[in-house]
């Protein structure tokens, strides 16, 4: 309990400067992050954080505490955001959660990831189901990229495929009903395949 006061404390007195964040310079925001991650990492070298700042000046930042999918510290994770402190300016979440602009997918306007040389739009990708284990509830599946032949089976690509996956189940889900992740090349029958950012709605149907 001592280095959760220690590290809400910390963030307390700073809060206002990590707010900011976004309005200071590259090597500004470089240093502030050092700082929340050497503070949080005090707590738990296995979580994350992801700051989500307000559109409108005057509504909350998130502050998102993540495990990167790693089951061993939800309850770390989980025990730190129960007892994160009241502050009007901030809201504290755990785990990623699932988004809510499947619509704009759908139409092929959602934003692109960008990963250092990978550029993956969430619209342009493809699944399908490989195996589903009745035992631990979980599922196989493959994701096709169009230029997976380009960008081959580097640990950046499975990196920036995990990242999509949160965004698109939430981190606890991914967790929950995802055994194994798949990557190949599109393929000429995508009749066939399931576009990616209906693999909630797949899922809901599937494993009810």
Known sequence: MKKINTFWNWFQDNNQTIK??????????????????????YYCREIDFIIVFPKKEN?????????NG???YFHELITLVDNAPLLNSWKFTAFIQPTTEIDKMMKGLDDPYIFQDITLKISELKFKPILYDENIKKMDIMIFLKNYNLLCDTKTLKQAIYVILQELLGEERLHQKISLVQLAQMTNKEEDLIQLY???RYLDSFLK
Request: proline share 3%; aromatic share 8%.
């Open 20 to 41: 900011n964040l976004i309005n200071e310079t590259p090597k500004n925001q470089k240093h502030i992050a050092f700082w929340i991650n050497k503070n949080l990492n």
């Open 59 to 67: 509504s909350k930042a998130e502050f998102i505490i993540t495990a």
């Open 70 to 72: 790693n089951k061993n």
């Open 198 to 200: 209906e693999l909630q």
